[in-house]
């Protein structure tokens, strides 16, 4: 097996997670803070979610391709860090998924109501 190709597989499908979690918890901030507006903020999103597809598909073949070949005359490579790395940003997504459902959201204020400051 050629580690080193199955290490850039996994570290491919680590890109696509980090696309997919700026995608879906921080775009509407990428977009604020590059001034995009709300066609910027769904632009931001698309392009999170199409990257997150194409490094994470990227990955996986990449990752089988190297499981699928012969080894013999590579240098040894370490896979443990790679697959902490991967399975911490699992985590982290579900993590930021289930606080971003449990948290309470943010009261409406009826029609003529002001707010004090």
């Known amino acids: 097996m050629r580690k080193t190709t199955v290490r850039r597989g996994i570290r491919s499908i680590c890109a696509g997670i980090i696309a997919l979690i700026v995608a879906t918890f921080f775009h509407g901030d990428i977009s604020a803070l590059l001034r995009l507006g709300m066609a910027g903020d769904a632009r931001i999103t698309f392009l999170g979610f199409f990257l997150a597809g194409m490094l994470g598909g990227f990955g996986v073949l990449l990752a089988a391709l190297g499981l699928l070949q012969n080894g013999q005359g590579e240098p040894r490579v370490r896979l443990f860090p790679s697959f902490v790395v991967l399975f911490s940003l699992v985590v982290l997504f579900f993590v ?20 004090n400051i």
């Open 96 to 115: 930021l998924t289930y606080t971003w459902i449990t948290s309470p959201s943010v009261p409406v204020l009826a029609p003529g109501e002001s707010i």
